[in-house]
């Protein structure tokens, strides 16, 4: 019997650190995926700004599941003009422009679909879909992060488990989710502070 699993994982920070090493820092989530303990590898793919997550943990039965996520990702500058300055147009604004008025960045990452078959439960590998964001705002000299990401993931129930009502087994199985993603979020900007001045969890 196949199941639906989510987990959810977020955080703020403040990274006393000026917002372009900051960004510059965070936009490569190569990196800082690295920090996250079931993270095994992100690779890039034939499309552009899309990649390839590989995720192992290990289910109650001891036994390693590999999870596969297509993510494609997406960045966006926040930019505020002077209230006395109009633009219509984004394709207006210079690069100075741009550079003089950018107060944050938002990173998005998104399921991108592909047609190939990835799951294969006999060999414990396994399919997710992740959407998450990654939103960084200049505060003076130091930086605000926001972190927020979301998975689902399908995966084949052991027949021990099937004689759990599957609403109590969906919910059970969701908190757990949640807290192995908090756990690993958390761990993995301990990681990133290594590489800064000082990060404030908030």
């Not at 590898?41 to 999870?67: A, G």
């Not at 992740?130 to 130091?142: D, I, S």
Request: hydrophobic fraction near 35%; charge should be negative; charged fraction near 30%.
């Amino acid at each position: 019997m196949e199941m639906d699993a989510k987990g959810v994982s977020k955080g703020k920070w403040l990274f006393h650190e000026e917002f372009d090493r900051t960004a510059e820092y965070l936009s490569n989530h190569k990196k800082i995926l690295g920090f996250n303990p079931f993270c095994y590898s992100v690779e890039d793919t034939n499309i552009e700004n899309v990649y390839r997550w590989h995720f192992r943990v290990t289910d109650p039965q001891n036994n390693p599941l590999e999870i596969i996520f297509f993510v494609e990702q997406v960045d966006e500058l926040l930019v505020e003009l002077p209230e006395d300055m109009e633009c219509t147009d984004p394709d207006e604004l210079t690069d100075e422009m741009i550079r003089q008025y950018t107060v944050g960045k938002k990173i998005y990452w998104k399921h991108y679909p592909v047609t190939s078959r990835i799951a294969d439960p006999e060999k414990y590998l396994f399919e997710g879909k992740a959407f998450g964001e990654l939103e960084m705002h200049r505060v003076k000299n130091k930086t605000r992060v926001h972190f927020d990401l979301k998975i689902d993931v399908r995966f084949v129930l052991y027949p021990a488990f099937r004689i759990v009502p599957k609403k109590i087994l969906r919910s059970m199985t969701n908190s757990t989710m949640s807290l192995i993603m908090q756990t690993a979020t958390n761990m993995m900007f301990n990681g990133i502070s290594k590489d800064f001045k000082k990060i404030q969890h908030l």
